[in-house]
């Protein structure tokens, strides 16, 4: 079964960058849409960033907008997310989610998507 696996989390001081990976071993992701989401403790599991399953719709929260860029290299089966200007308030785990048949910003905002990756930590900190 199809399992995205994240890597790149990590510590990082605010203002610095991360960039975060997801890729799928013995699968190809190229059917489908991608989202990173995060969840902070105590806080609902949100959408950060959501990407077409050919790379050409994106979609950004609000509160990333301008800072991240989601992108994907079907040579690699990867999809990243560059994270820079890194604020306290990005700490979290994020996780890599497929999704397919909907939007994506309707997968960022509704959550809806067909599989979860394990999640990657990052944390933001002085």
């Known amino acids: 079964q199809l399992q995205p696996v994240e890597s790149g989390g990590g510590l990082v001081q605010p203002g610095r960058s991360l960039r975060l990976s997801c890729t799928a071993p013995g699968y190809t992701l190229d059917w489908y849409a991608i989202g990173w989401f995060r969840q902070a403790p105590g806080k609902v599991r949100e959408g950060v960033s959501c990407?077409?399953?050919?790379?050409?719709?994106?979609y950004y929260s609000d509160s990333v907008k301008g800072r991240f860029n989601i992108s994907r290299d079907s040579a690699k089966n990867t999809i990243y997310l560059q994270m820079d200007s890194l604020e306290l308030d990005d700490t979290g785990v994020y996780y890599c989610?497929?999704?397919?048949?909907?939007?994506?910003?309707?997968?960022?905002?509704?959550?809806?998507?067909?599989?979860w990756g394990r999640g990657t930590q990052v944390t933001v900190a002085a």
């Open positions: 990407i077409s399953s050919q790379g050409i719709v994106t």
């Open positions: 989610a497929t999704g397919f048949g909907i939007s994506v910003r309707d997968m960022c905002e509704t959550r809806q998507v067909t599989t």
